[in-house]
């Protein structure tokens, strides 16, 4: 029985539950007192989120707010890059937020050379911004997925194994 077994890695994220947290991130500013009054903007867009909003003071409490709600709908803090807060017009000031969702090339390459370093047996693919590691024992995608969830914390970016088979 010569199966091959595999799985793939891959960095994403749920945007719905994104979407919905950006929803309860926005009812709360619009509600708590010390917010209410900051016309503060929260705009989701396709891989950014952009934060416009009066003072530095009340950026960092929108971020407080986002990073809570984030976290409850279990989604990494990770997909997150907080870009420097620059001044905009009339004394407001914006942030942008990009949101990594993807392997790079280097990370990738990294990732690869980590599990290939370790595991002899086992065959590794990048395939666009996935990597894909295939074996013909299930024990050695286990200690894998061990290495890779290792080398997660070094990361800036979440890891999510899919596709096992």
């Given at each position: 029985m010569a199966d091959n077994y595999s799985f793939d890695?891959?960095?994403?994220?749920?945007?719905?539950?994104?979407?919905?947290?950006?929803?309860?991130?926005?009812?709360?500013?619009?509600q708590r007192y010390d917010l209410k009054d900051?016309?503060?903007?929260?705009?989701?867009?396709?891989?950014?989120?952009v934060i416009t909003t009066t003072s530095e003071m009340t950026l960092?409490?929108?971020?407080?707010?986002?990073?809570?709600?984030?976290?409850?709908?279990?989604?990494?803090?990770k997909i997150f890059d907080f870009q420097l807060p620059e001044s905009s017009g009339g004394n407001r000031v914006r942030q942008r937020v990009i949101l990594r969702?993807?392997?790079?090339?280097?990370?990738?390459?990294k990732l690869s050379k980590s599990v290939r370093d370790r595991l002899k047996k086992i065959?590794?693919?990048?395939?666009?911004?996935?990597?894909?590691?295939?074996?013909?024992?299930k024990d050695d995608l286990q200690t894998a997925i061990a290495i890779l969830r290792d080398k997660e914390e070094d990361l800036d970016l979440p890891l999510q194994f899919e596709?096992?088979?």
């Open positions: 890695v891959v960095s994403d994220f749920d945007r719905q539950e994104l979407v919905n947290a950006i929803d309860q991130l926005r009812r709360e500013v619009s900051s016309n503060s903007e929260i705009e989701l867009q396709e891989n950014e989120l960092q409490s929108i971020e407080d707010i986002l990073r809570q709600k984030v976290t409850k709908r279990k989604l990494s803090l969702k993807g392997l790079t090339q280097e990370v990738a390459k065959n590794v693919a990048i395939q666009g911004e996935s990597l894909r590691i295939t074996s013909k024992n596709n096992y088979r």
